[in-house]
T-cell receptor, first 111, second 109 residues
Framework: DVKVTQSSRYLVKRTGEKVFLECVQD?????MFWYRQDPGLGLRLIYF???????EKGDIPEGYSVSREKKERFSLILESASTNQTSMYLC??????????FGPGTRLTVT | RKEVEQDPGPFNVPEGATVAFNCTYS??????FFWYRQDCRKEPKLLMS???SGNEDGRFTAQLNRASQYISLLIRDSKLSDSATYLC??????????FGAGTTVTVRA
C-alpha cells in the first residue's frame, strides 16, 4: 500500500511566520504535488515536482515555495503566512500523474 | 468559468436507493476522467476511472459524454458507507488534474 504522510494534522501559526509543511511518500514515486482545499473551490494545485530538485508552478503558487531535495520528500513553504492561507493542505504522490495518492492533510490556521 | 463543475448537493437518499449525479468540464481537449471519493475529514482516494464506453465497478457506474462534455456517476443499492463527497477529476494530457468541488451524498438508514 502506498503511504503518504504529512508532518502535522493541525497547525496554528501567526501572520508573518514562516511555515514548513512536510510530506513523505514511501513508494518511490517520481511525481509529488501540493494542493490546498477550500470549501466550494475544490482542490487547487499549488506546486508540482516530477523529479528531485525539479518543480513546476501550479494554479496558485503565489505566496508559496517548495523544496524537493530527496525523492521521497516534498516540502511546502509559506514564506510569510497570511490569513488567506488558512486552508487544508494536501500532499499527493503518483507514478503516472493520473492516479494520485493523498496524505491525510494538514489543516493550517493563520491568525 | 470553472474548469470542472459539480452540483454540490447534498443528495440525501435512503439505503437501497439509486443516486446519480453529473459533472461538466469546460475543456473539450480533456483526455482522462476519474471519480475520487473523499470521506469526511479524510483524504481523497481514487474511486474509478471513466472510460469512453462507460464502465462499472460493482454498484458504481460511470459514463462519459464527450459531445456534451459531462461525466456521470450512478450508485445502485446505496449503502450507509457510500456517504461521502465524490470529486470529479479531469486531465487533458499534461501533469495536471483538475478537481471539481465535489458532490456530497448522504445515505440514511
Amino acid at each position: 500500500d502506498v503511504k503518504v504522510t504529512q508532518s502535522s494534522r493541525y497547525l496554528v501559526k501567526r501572520t508573518g511566520e514562516k511555515v514548513f509543511l512536510e510530506c513523505v511518500q514511501d513508494m518511490d514515486h517520481e511525481n509529488m504535488f501540493w494542493y490546498r482545499q477550500d470549501p466550494g473551490l475544490g482542490l487547487r494545485l499549488i506546486y508540482f515536482s516530477y523529479d528531485v530538485k525539479m518543480k513546476e508552478k501550479g494554479d496558485i503558487p503565489e505566496g508559496y515555495s517548495v523544496s524537493r531535495e530527496k525523492k521521497e520528500r516534498f516540502s511546502l513553504i509559506l514564506e510569510s503566512a497570511s490569513t488567506n492561507q488558512t486552508s487544508m493542505y494536501l500532499c499527493a504522490s503518483s507514478l503516472n500523474v493520473l492516479e494520485q495518492y493523498f496524505g491525510p492533510g494538514t489543516r493550517l490556521t493563520v491568525t | 468559468r470553472k474548469e470542472v463543475e459539480q452540483d454540490p448537493g447534498p443528495f440525501n437518499v435512503p439505503e437501497g436507493a439509486t443516486v446519480a449525479f453529473n459533472c461538466t468540464y469546460s475543456n473539450s481537449a480533456s483526455q482522462s476522467f476519474f471519480w475520487y471519493r473523499q470521506d469526511c475529514r479524510k483524504e481523497p482516494k481514487l474511486l474509478m476511472s471513466v472510460y469512453s464506453s462507460g464502465n462499472e465497478d460493482g454498484r458504481f457506474t460511470a459514463q462519459l459524454n464527450r459531445a456534451s462534455q459531462y461525466i456521470s456517476l450512478l450508485i445502485r443499492d446505496s449503502k450507509l458507507s457510500d456517504s461521502a463527497t465524490y470529486l470529479c477529476v479531469v486531465n487533458w494530457g499534461d501533469y495536471k488534474l483538475s478537481f471539481g468541488a465535489g458532490t456530497t451524498v448522504t445515505v440514511r438508514a
